[in-house]
């Protein structure tokens, strides 16, 4: 499905190219249609093929191949400008060993859009090519529900980089004053822990704001997730970090409750975001991107 030919750049510019794929789990088929139809009505051009049927179980040998098909036709070939995942799941993970890294070294960036499982796919690209990355909401999802967090996407999509966004955070642990600048970096928690000793993973985040989110996790394995982080040596030289929503944990335990005491544990200044996560509005945040918290927001840019 392909949306109308414009996207909102200067006259006489190249339209926006975008590849949506399905790296991990199937969409929501009604639901997909009708957002693709709701971009292109916006001027967004946007290149979708469903994933190949005939492929069987998309976590079989077979299934990964064409799940790895839809993504090389984004990475080759056409120059799409952004990679838009249609839905997370389970998946990504399995596709990083079997990418052709050198053959994108030196290659333009392709931003990959989306959040949860995306966030393996998102920290291997930033990881083995310092490309950004949009942690931010996927049409084939139901929490793509047309809020704010749609509306600033669609403007990122019309208008081409550079890109800026912003969201409320509460200090858990800082001075009243502090100032935080680093690069931004984060996603799903469980993902991304478990790229923690493989080349997908930054061996340093030094520098670095870090925000995290997560679902359908008990406390305890939030917990135990942190402490890899902790004991890895992962969070030393890290400006601060930023925890959204962790939804659907223990019904003993709050959000907030299980935000508190990760904060204790982290040596660094930490706020707490109720504006991203597995929610609706998930507010978009770039990997790679120049960040600042300052008075309450997190601010940040992407030049082109």
Not at 68 to 90: C, E, I, K, T
């Amino acid at each position: 499905m392909s949306g109308t030919d414009s996207s909102g750049k200067a006259s006489g510019a190249e339209a926006t190219r975008i590849l949506a794929l399905e790296p991990c789990g199937p969409p929501d088929a009604d639901i997909l249609g009708a957002n693709l139809k709701s971009l292109g009505l916006a001027g967004i051009h946007i290149d979708y093929q469903p994933y190949d049927r005939d492929a069987g179980e998309r976590l079989g040998q077979r299934g990964v191949a064409a799940r790895l098909a839809q993504l090389n036709a984004g990475l080759g070939g056409l120059p799409y400008d952004y990679l838009l995942s249609v839905r997370g799941g389970y998946g990504a993970s399995d596709l990083l060993s079997l990418i052709d890294w050198p053959a994108l070294a030196g290659m333009s960036p392709r931003p990959l859009i989306g959040f949860s499982d995306v966030s393996a796919l998102q920290s291997a690209f930033y990881t083995r090519l310092q490309w950004p990355g949009l942690h931010a909401p996927m049409p084939g999802s139901p929490l793509w529900a047309n809020g704010p967090d749609v509306n600033q996407l669609t403007g990122y999509l019309q208008k081409g980089r550079p890109w800026r966004g912003a969201i409320s955070v509460t200090p858990l642990k800082a001075k009243g004053q502090e100032v935080c600048t680093g690069v931004l970096f984060g996603g799903c928690l469980s993902v991304l822990t478990n790229l923690i000793g493989t080349t997908y993973l930054p061996a340093s985040f030094a520098g670095h704001i870090l925000f995290f989110e997560d679902t359908a996790e008990s406390v305890s394995r939030v917990l135990r997730c942190w402490r890899q982080w902790l004991d890895c040596g992962l969070l030393e030289g890290v400006v601060a970090v930023v925890l959204g929503h962790f939804s659907n944990t223990d019904v003993d335990q709050s959000e907030d409750r299980l935000r508190a005491e990760m904060a204790q544990r982290t040596p660094c200044p930490v706020f707490a975001s109720q504006d991203f996560g597995h929610v609706s509005p998930n507010m978009p945040l770039c990997l790679g991107s120049k960040a600042q918290i300052k008075a309450n927001s997190l601010t940040w840019t992407l030049k082109g």
